[in-house]
C-alpha cells in the first residue's frame, strides 16, 4: 500500500477524551481504553468508524455501557470497524485488548526490555496497543491508569503529572496519569518496573517549580548526572533563546536497554536508548558525552516544535524533526565551539544525507509518498531538514527568524501543523516570498553549483559565472532552479575580506550571494588585486561546489581565511582531491605522491596554538574511505581506496613526526576529568596524533602504553582502536583486547565499544572476524545497540572489510538482516540502507552486491519496512 500526500483528508471522528486502564503483565497485559468520540458536524450520522490496529487481540467492544452484538462490528488485529455508529454526536467507545509484551520483538507499541515495561509509538506504534485513530490529527486529552505488582514494578510512569497512586490487593499498587494538554497517540508513554531515580528540579523563567527525574538501572544512578545537567541547560537555553518554558510540573527521563532510535519525545516522559543517558568517564567518551547533551536536548526540544505543534500527518515529519534538530544544533554550538560543532555536522551531514540524496533512496526533505512511515526517519528529513531552516535564517537574517519563530508558536500552539504552515509565518513577518526556496522541502537530491571565477586587473573586477542543476533523482527527473544562499568571501593578500564598491548580476547581501536563476554572472567592482574566493562558509547551503581551484589558492585559504569553517573546507578539499589521485595512482599501480606544501600545512595547523585543539583534530582527521569513495563516484575499489589513504597518513606522519611527538605531550591533561568541550578537544587532538605517530614509528609503542595507562574511556578505546587497526600481530593488541573484555564484560554499553572496534579492523578477515563476535556470549541479534555496535559498523565504517571482492561480507550481511528482520522490521531495514551506493562499486563487487540484495528480495515472509528498502535500493 501506497500513501500520498494527496489524499489527506481530517478524520470523520475526533477523540476529545482518552481514558486507558493498563494491568500489566509479562503474558497477559489488559488494556481497557475508552474513547470519548465526537462526529464531525460535516460527517452524516452513521458514517462507518474505523480504527487503526496492528496484531491486535481484540476482547470486547462496548458503547455507552452496552456490549456490542457480534454483528454490530468486525474486530481484526489490523482494524476494528464499527459499520453503523451510533447517530448521535457524542458517545464512549469501550474496547478491551490483550497483549503479550513479553514476545513483543519489533519494539513498537508495548514490551519488557530487562524487565521493564516500556513503550514507543512514534509513528505507529499505539495502535499496537488498542485500536485508535492513530494519526497525528488525531488530537486526544489523557488519562492513564496503571496497575502492576509492586515487587517487579515499584515505578509507575505516564505522561502528564500524577494524579493517585494507591496499593492493591496482592501485592499490587496503582497509579494515575492526567496531562491536561491534548496530544496524538504517538506522543502516548508508559513505563513501568524496577528503576532507580536521579532527582533534581529546575525553575522556569516565570517561577515555576518543575520536578526532573531520570530513571535508571538500579546502581546506574551517578551515570545520569551529566544528561541531568544538560537536561537543565536546555530548560535554560530554550528560554533565553527562543522564550519557551516547560509547561508540566513534572519531567522524567527513562533509559531503557533495548530501543530502535536514540530517544523519544513523549510528553512529559521521554524514553531514551541507555546509550544516550548514561556517561562517566571510565565507562564513556568525549563523543557520548557530546550525543548525550545533544540528544536530551533535541527530545526536551520537541516539547515545544512536535509537541505542542505537532504534524498533521507523516509527510510533515520534517516540521518537528528538521526545525528541532537545527534548535539542538545551535544549543550544542552555544554550550561549546560553534565552528567545531559546525564542521562534525557538515562532516554528518556529507557522510549519510548525500549518499542518501544521491542514491536509490533519495526523497524530498518532505516527502510525498511513502510505503512505510519507518522508513523516512532519515538522514534527509532530519539533517537536510535542519539545513532548510538553517537556510531560512541566513536569508531572513536571525531577528526576522525569531519573530517568524515567535509567530509560528503564537499562531500554531495546540495545532497539528504543515509545512506551509511554516513557510507562511516567515514569509509574513519579513515580507519574503519564499515560494522559490521552499523548493527546498519539495524537490529531492543535492543541487551542484558551477562555479568559474576570473579577474580583470584593469576594470578591477571580480567576476564569478555560476551555474546551478539539481540531478534527478528517483521518479523525478526534471528539475527547477532553486534559491541557494551562497555565503561567501573575497579573500585579500593579507587574509582579510575585501568589500567591492558594487556588485551585480544575482543580490548579494549581508555576505550571501542569491542564486536564483540557473545561470548567474556575478560582478564585484572595485576590486584592486585579484581575490582569493572563499565560497559557501559555514555551509551555509546544502550543495556540492564544482570549482577549479588551483592548490596555491586552497592551501593560501586553509591558512588564511578569516572563516574558520573555510580554513577547514579548503584542507579537506586539498586532501579529497590528493587522495583521488593517490588512489588513481594505485589503481595504475603506481606509487601515490603528494605535495609537499600540503603536507607542512598539516604540520602547521597542529602546531598553530592559536587554534583551538578541537578544530586542529578536526584538521588532521583524513577524509573518511567512505567520504573518498563518494568522491571518486563510480567503479569503486575500496581496497585501492584503503593503500591510498593509508599512504597519505604515512606521509603526514612521517615529515610532521617531531612536532606531532611534541603537540601529543603537551596534549595530556593533568587534573580530574572534565567532559568539557576544551578538555575533549584535546583529548581529540592528542588521540589524533596518536594515530600519527603510531604510523610514523611503526610500532605498537605509545598505544599500549597509553591503552595501560589511560584513565578515561575516551583515551583508552582510543588506544584499543590504533592496537586492533594497526597492530593485530603485536601480541599486545590481543591482549588489550582481553583486558578490555575483562574489564567491561558485565557492562553491555561499553562492550559495544569493542564489538565496534573489532568489527572495523581493516582486511578480509573481517567478515569471519564478525561471524565469529555474532556468537559472542554478549552478543544478542535482538538488541538493536548490539546489532549497530558489530553489524552496523562492520557495514558501513570497514570498506575493505565488508566490500569484499567475492562478496561474502554482502552475503553474511544479507543472511544477518533476514534473520534480525524475523524479529524487528524496524532495525532489519535500517541496516540494509548501508547496501545503498551498491551501483557505484566495480562491477565485480556491483554483481556481488546485486546478488546479496536479491536474496533478500526473493525471501518469503520479508517484513514491509524491508522489502521497501530492498525493492528501492535494486530499482
Ligand atoms: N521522534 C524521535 C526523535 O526524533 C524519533 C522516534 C522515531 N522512532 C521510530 N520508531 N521511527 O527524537
Ligand atoms: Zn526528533
Not at 25 to 39: F, K, M, N
Not at 81 to 105: C, Y
Request: hydrophobic share 40%; charged share 25%; aromatic share 8%.
Amino acid at each position: 500500500q501506497v500513501f500520498r500526500i494527496e489524499d489527506y483528508r481530517p478524520t470523520d471522528y475526533i477523540i476529545s477524551h482518552t481514558r486507558l486502564d493498563f494491568i500489566l503483565s509479562p503474558h497477559e497485559t489488559v488494556v481497557t481504553a475508552e474513547l470519548d468520540i465526537q462526529r464531525r458536524a460535516s460527517t452524516p450520522a452513521g458514517t462507518p468508524l474505523v480504527l487503526d490496529g496492528d496484531e491486535l487481540e481484540c476482547v470486547s467492544v462496548e458503547i455507552d455501557g452496552e456490549s456490542l452484538p457480534e454483528a454490530a462490528f468486525e474486530a481484526t488485529p489490523q482494524k476494528l470497524t464499527l459499520h453503523e455508529p451510533p447517530s448521535k454526536a457524542k458517545f464512549t467507545l469501550r474496547i478491551v485488548t490483550r497483549l503479550d509484551p513479553s514476545s513483543n520483538s519489533t519494539l513498537m507499541g508495548l514490551y519488557l526490555s530487562s524487565g521493564v515495561y516500556c513503550t514507543q509509538c512514534e509513528p505507529e506504534g499505539f495502535r499496537r496497543i488498542t485500536y485508535f485513530l492513530d494519526r497525528p490529527d488525531v488530537l486526544s486529552i489523557y488519562t492513564v491508569r496503571v496497575e502492576a505488582p509492586e515487587q517487579t514494578a515499584p515505578v509507575l510512569l505516564a505522561n502528564g503529572n500524577m494524579i493517585e497512586s494507591g496499593k492493591l490487593d496482592g501485592g499490587k499498587h496503582y497509579a494515575v496519569w492526567h496531562d491536561p494538554f491534548p496530544k496524538p497517540s504517538y506522543l502516548f508513554a508508559l513505563v513501568a518496573g524496577d528503576l532507580g531515580m536521579l532527582r533534581d528540579e529546575f525553575v522556569t523563567s516565570s517561577g515555576h517549580k518543575v520536578d526532573l527525574g531520570i530513571y535508571v538501572e538500579h546502581g546506574k544512578e551517578s551515570r545520569a548526572t551529566y544528561a541531568m545537567d544538560a537536561l537543565k541547560r536546555s530548560m535554560k537555553w530554550d528560554e533565553e533563546v527562543y522564550g519557551l518554558e516547560y509547561d508540566l510540573d513534572v519531567f522524567n527521563i527513562v533509559a531503557v536497554s533495548d530501543f530502535n532510535m536514540g530517544a523519544m519525545e513523549n510528553k512529559g516522559l521521554n524514553i531514551f536508548n541507555d546509550k544516550y543517558v548514561l556517561a562517566d568517564e571510565t565507562t564513556a567518551t568525549d563523543a557520548d558525552f557530546a550525543n548525550i547533551e545533544a540528544i536530551i536536548a533535541h527530545e526536551y526540544f520537541h516539547n515545544w516544535t512536535g509537541n505542542r505543534i505537532t504534524c498533521r500527518d507523516w509527510f510533515q515529519l520534517c516540521l518537528k524533526e528538521g526545525l528541532t534538530v537545527f534548535r539542538d544544533h545551535e544549543f550544542s554550538a552555544d554550550q561549546r565551539s560553534r565552528a567545531v560543532k559546525r564542521i562534525a555536522e557538515v562532516r554528518t551531514l556529507r557522510a549519510h544525507q548525500f549518499p542518501e540524496d544521491q542514491g536509490p533512496l533519495a526523497h524530498p526533505v518532505r516527502p510525498r509518498r511513502y510505503r512505510e512511515i519507518n522508513n523516512f526517519y532519515t538522514s534527509t528529513v532530519y539533517e537536510k531538514g535542519s539545513e532548510v531552516v538553517r537556510m531560512i535564517r541566513t536569508i531572513l537574517g536571525p531577528d526576522k527568524f525569531r519573530e517568524g519563530m515567535d509567530l509560528y508558536i503564537q499562531r500554531h500552539d495546540g495545532d497539528a501543523a504543515t509545512i506551509e504552515d511554516f513557510i507562511k509565518v516567515f514569509e509574513e513577518v519579513s515580507g519574503t516570498d519564499l515560494s522559490q526556496f521552499s523548493l527546498w522541502y519539495h524537490q529531492a537530491g543535492t543541487p551542484n553549483v558551477a562555479i568559474s571565477a576570473s579577474y580583470d586587473p584593469a576594470k578591477q573586477t571580480f567576476t564569478l559565472d555560476i551555474e546551478q542543476s539539481v540531478p534527478p533523482t528517483p521518479s523525478e527527473t526534471r528539475k527547477r532552479p532553486m534559491h541557494i544562499p551562497l555565503a561567501f568571501g573575497l579573500i585579500g593578500p593579507d587574509g582579510g575580506d575585501i568589500k567591492p564598491s558594487a556588485t551585480d548580476g544575482a543580490t548579494v547581501a549581508n555576505g550571501v550571494i542569491h542564486i536564483k536563476k540557473r545561470k548567474h554572472t556575478v560582478h564585484f567592482h572595485g576590486i584592486a588585486s585579484r581575490p582569493v574566493l572563499s565560497i559557501n562558509r559555514g555551509f551555509s547551503a546544502p550543495v556540492t561546489i564544482a570549482m577549479e581551484q588551483s592548490a596555491e589558492d586552497l592551501l593560501f585559504l586553509a591558512r588564511k581565511d578569516s572563516d574558520l569553517f573555510g580554513r577547514w573546507q579548503a584542507l579537506s578539499l586539498l586532501f579529497t582531491e590528493a587522495l583521488v589521485q593517490a588512489f588513481r595512482a594505485v589503481r595504475g599501480q603506481k606509487t601515490p605522491v603528494f605535495d609537499e606544501g600540503l603536507i607542512r600545512a598539516a604540520g602547521e595547523i597542529a602546531a598553530d596554538t592559536a587554534l583551538e585543539p578541537a578544530f586542529r583534530a578536526l584538521a588532521l582527521t583524513l577524509p573518511s574511505e567512505a567520504d573518498i569513495a563518494r568522491d571518486i563516484g563510480a567503479n569503486i575499489d575500496p581496497a585501492a581506496i584503503h593503500i591510498a589513504r593509508e599512504a597519505l597518513l604515512k606521509a603526514i606522519a612521517a615529515s610532521n613526526a617531531e612536532g606531532f611527538a611534541e603537540i601529543f605531550d603537551a596534549m595530556n591533561l593533568e587534573g580530574p576529568f572534565r567532559p568539557d568541550a576544551d578538555s575533549a578537544g584535546q583529548r581529540a587532538l592528542r588521540n589524533t596524533l596518536l594515530d600519527y605517530l603510531s604510523v610514523a614509528d611503526g610500532n605498537a609503542d605509545r598505544a599500549a602504553t597509553q591503552y595501560r595507562t589511560a584513565s578515561n574511556m575516551t583515551d583508552k578505546s582510543a588506544a584499543l582502536a590504533i592496537l586492533a587497526h594497526r597492530f593485530a600481530e603485536d601480541q599486545r593488541s590481543a591482549d588489550a583486547l582481553a583486558d578490555f573484555e575483562r574489564k567491561f564484560g558485565s557492562d553491555p554499553l561499553v562492550m559495544d565499544k569493542w564489538y565496534q572496534i573489532q568489527a572495523t579492523i581493516p582486511g578480509t578477515a573481517a567478515v569471519d572476524r564478525v561471524k565469529a563476535l555474532t556468537q559472542h556470549k554478549g552478543f544478542s541479534l535482538s538488541n538493536p545497540n548490539r546489532v549497530r555496535a558489530l553489524i552496523g559498523s562492520y557495514s558501513s565504517m570497514n570498506q575493505t572489510g565488508f566490500h569484499q571482492e567475492d562478496g561474502s561480507g554482502y552475503r553474511f550481511f544479507a543472511e544477518t538482516i533476514l534473520q534480525i528482520d524475523k524479529g524487528n522490521p524496524q532495525l532489519a531495514a535500517r541496516l540494509a540502507t548501508a547496501m545503498r551506493s551498491w551501483r557505484s562499486l566495480e562491477p565485480v563487487r556491483r554483481e556481488a552486491a546485486r546478488e546479496a540484495l536479491t536474496i533478500i528480495a526473493t525471501s518469503k515472509n520479508v517484513s514491509t519496512d524491508l522489502r521497501d528498502i530492498i525493492e528501492r535500493t535494486l530499482a
